[in-house]
């Protein structure tokens, strides 16, 4: 079974090359499935924050270590990792050529899949953990994650109408083994789990509003403590470290992406202070604002 999968990497390393030259590449490259992104590099990395989305990434070549939780993981083409909800953590790049892809997904589709499996096999603890899940890949799930990145070279009209039905068995394989508890937990309503999903998702969608921790506990029907020991368990940080980190990840992307000054992003995304911005900016990413953007516009330019 190993070297099924191995000769079905190696086939599809031929495909991404084949598609995109990844050798000129360093970076996030999007592709025409919605669900579904690359990311390319030559060079090995230090520590940098990011923040997962709820999908599942696998490396087809090279390492990566994951820092999270006071944890630390190394993972290569032989697992993947499934993150349940927003959830920030340090990765760096050990290995290189480094080429991995994410698919995202939603909990409603989760859900929806779960609906159709008998729920007696499906085993979930009440009790929350961490929000991100490591596995071996087998040829059972490599299999359709193959098709699904086939569909590249289809045309707009059949990517549009295959791609949904794809990410559909993705999620029923992974249901059925043994990341299905994990997955289970996490979208079935009522769960912990779901409620702190919930919680997480109402701080990233008010990330520049005061947070009000007593309301968004109330908004769940849980106690405050028990908020924070959840949340805490799930992101491996406070509600309030998680909404900087949110605060700085959007305030670096508008840096990125429009004409606007680190001051003015400051205030946008709910900072009282610009040199406070800038201090917990500088902390975050290793640089200053300006300095940062400078750095990342540069690494675009060799895409």
């Known amino acids: 079974m190993k070297e099924k999968i191995k000769n079905l990497q190696e086939d599809l390393l031929k495909f991404i090359n084949n598609k995109y030259c990844i050798s000129n590449i ?84 989760i859900y929806n899949v779960i609906k159709n499996i008998n729920q007696e096999k499906l085993i979930f ?42 990410i559909k068995e993705i ?14 937990k996490f979208a079935m309503e009522g769960t912990v789990s779901n409620k702190i999903v919930k919680t997480i998702s109402d701080i990233k969608d008010n990330f520049n509003k005061k947070l009000n921790v007593k309301q968004l506990a109330r908004n769940i029907d849980m106690s405050e403590s028990s908020l924070y020991q959840n949340f805490k368990t799930i992101t491996s940080m406070s509600p309030i470290q ?17 004409n606007i000054t680190a001051c003015e992003v400051a205030f946008i995304v709910g900072y009282e202070s610009p040199s406070q911005f800038s201090r ?3 902390k975050m990413f290793g640089m200053a604002p300006k300095a940062h953007i400078s750095y990342l516009k540069s690494l675009n330019k060799k895409i």
């Open 26 to 109: 360093n970076g996030e490259v999007k592709t025409q499935i919605p669900n579904l992104d690359f990311y390319f590099s030559n060079e090995k990395t230090q520590f940098n924050t990011i923040i997962y989305e709820p999908s599942i990434c696998i490396i087809l070549q090279g390492e990566k270590i994951v820092d999270f939780g006071n944890e630390v993981y190394q993972y290569n083409s032989n697992e993947y990792l499934i993150s349940s909800t927003h959830i920030p953590a340090k990765v760096k790049i050990k290995k290189t050529p480094y080429i991995s892809f994410r698919i995202k997904f939603e909990l409603e589709e």
């Open 242 to 258: 998680f909404q900087k980190k949110i605060r700085l990840e959007e305030a670096k992307l508008m840096l990125l992406n429009q």
């Open 280 to 282: 917990e900016y500088s």
């Open 125 to 166: 603890k009440e009790k929350s953990e961490k929000g991100l899940f490591f596995n071996n890949i087998d040829e059972k799930l490599f299999e359709p994650i193959c098709r699904l990145i086939k569909l590249l070279n289809r045309q707009e009209d059949e990517i549009k109408y295959l791609y949904p039905l794809i």
């Open 171 to 184: 999620l029923f394989i992974l249901i059925k083994d043994e990341s299905g508890y994990f997955l289970n």
